[in-house]
């Protein structure tokens, strides 16, 4: 499984925001592709767990939202890979990456 976090900007709220996974770059083979909405309630962030994928393997996701105009807009495709599957003697490495807001509180 692997987590994906994204933020849209209030112009975009309470409209449909569709994740996509693919097996390719080029999204050819996309594996899943779920529709979500993100608004007030959660300041425009949306956090999905996506579940029963392949282990050690790589992933692209994107997420695609129709603009006001009715042309679909997409943001930057990114990569994931998903960790090594148990009993594995592959070596498995971690990147953590933190947010700070010195105005207001600490993040970590």
Wanted: glycine fraction near 8%.
């Amino acid at each position: 499984r692997v987590v994906l976090w994204t933020r849209v900007a209030p112009a975009g709220w309470d409209r449909d925001l569709v994740l996509q996974l693919a097996e390719d770059a080029a999204f050819e083979r996309v594996r899943v592709e779920r529709a979500f909405r993100a608004g007030v309630a959660t300041d425009g962030c949306l956090k999905v767990r996506v579940e029963a994928l392949e282990a050690d393997r790589e992933w692209h996701y994107r997420f695609v939202m129709i603009g006001a105009d009715g042309t679909p807009r997409s943001s930057r495709p990114g990569r994931t890979r998903t960790a090594p599957a148990a009993g594995s003697e592959r070596d498995l490495r971690f990147a953590v990456m933190s947010c700070q807001d010195y105005t207001g509180r600490w993040y970590n």
